[in-house]
């Protein structure tokens, strides 16, 4: 007997010739756009689901009003990728990469300029701390830095079909662990006392899981911990943020990678997907600083021999 298994993302696209339509392309929101500048109406959707977590790239090519809804139980972490916006009851315009996070049971009112793009990421409110939650604000520069890019690296690479299955199922927790480094608790936690051996048991964790399960989000469900407990153990222990000591894992699993193979079939490119980087500039300038040379010069260099 044959069994169909399911892939555990996958992406949908939609191009929609009317705004009455696209105002009802995002599952679960309650919209209303309006069309301001004449012209045929041009606008897309795609959308990388995983189970109650969504990415979203949406855009018009035409000027817009907008007024909308989160779904009920959810938040979303915005940010737009092109023209500028107007948010009615914010003086200031939103330029690109500017950040917003939206929450349930408000109403939000925007305008925006033509060929709007924005990248969006739906989740259940509850994965998220309290801090965060609370209300609608605007995300800091300090704060958004790099994720906008991140997330629509992440959703191209999914709609190319070049981001693996591994990389993918680590991306909501990666994600999450982004945001909630957002929250302000970290300095709350810190002042009281921390559990004995909870380092300890972290690095066990470490040890343990696989390369897709690597995340400070995962870890505190694996532990049963929160995860500005683990933040804050993490820091006190070894004078690094838990953030920081995984991805240095996770560099230095892509440094042995690289010093073991055989430069004649290997590529740069293919082993950095393979652990979740997928923007070459970035993860160039990120090896570079960890280890002092380029990815492509720890390749070339000849295999250890062992002892």
Request: proline residues 4%.
């Amino acid at each position: 007997m044959h069994t169909e298994i399911k892939p555990r993302t996958r992406v949908r696209e939609v191009r929609f010739d009317s705004f009455v339509d696209q105002e009802r392309g995002l599952d679960g929101w309650n919209q209303l756009y309006r069309q301001l500048s004449p012209g045929a109406f041009e606008g897309h959707i795609a959308a990388l689901e995983w189970e109650d977590i969504t990415l979203y790239r949406e855009t018009v090519n035409q000027k817009m009003e907008n007024i909308y809804r989160v779904p009920d139980g959810y938040v979303c972490v915005g940010f737009s990728l092109g023209r500028r916006l107007t948010m009615a009851g914010v003086s200031n315009a939103i330029g690109t990469g500017t950040g917003m996070i939206h929450v349930a049971g408000e109403d939000y009112h925007i305008f925006t300029d033509s060929d709007a793009d924005y990248i969006m990421l739906t989740l259940p409110q509850d994965c998220l701390p309290e801090d965060i939650i609370c209300g609608a604000r605007a995300v800091t520069p300090q704060e958004s830095h790099g994720i906008a890019e991140w997330m629509l690296t992440l959703m191209e690479s999914a709609r190319q079909g070049i981001a693996q299955q591994a990389v993918l199922d680590l991306a909501p927790d990666l994600l999450l662990d982004r945001i909630s480094l957002w929250a302000r608790q970290a300095s709350r936690v810190r002042s009281r006392k921390l559990p004995r051996g909870l380092m300890a048991d972290i690095l066990a964790a470490c040890d343990s899981l696989p390369f897709d399960k690597m995340s400070v989000s995962h870890l505190a469900k694996h532990l049963d911990r929160d995860r500005a407990m683990l933040r804050a153990a993490c820091l006190e222990r070894t004078g690094m943020t838990l953030d920081d000591m995984l991805k240095g894992r996770r560099l230095s699993e892509v440094h042995r990678r690289l010093r073991f193979s055989d430069p004649r079939s290997t590529k740069v490119s293919d082993v950095s997907m393979e652990f979740g980087y997928y923007h070459w500039g970035r993860f160039s300038q990120g090896y570079r600083a960890m280890f002092g040379e380029r990815p492509s010069d720890t390749l070339r260099r000849a295999t250890p021999q062992p002892h």
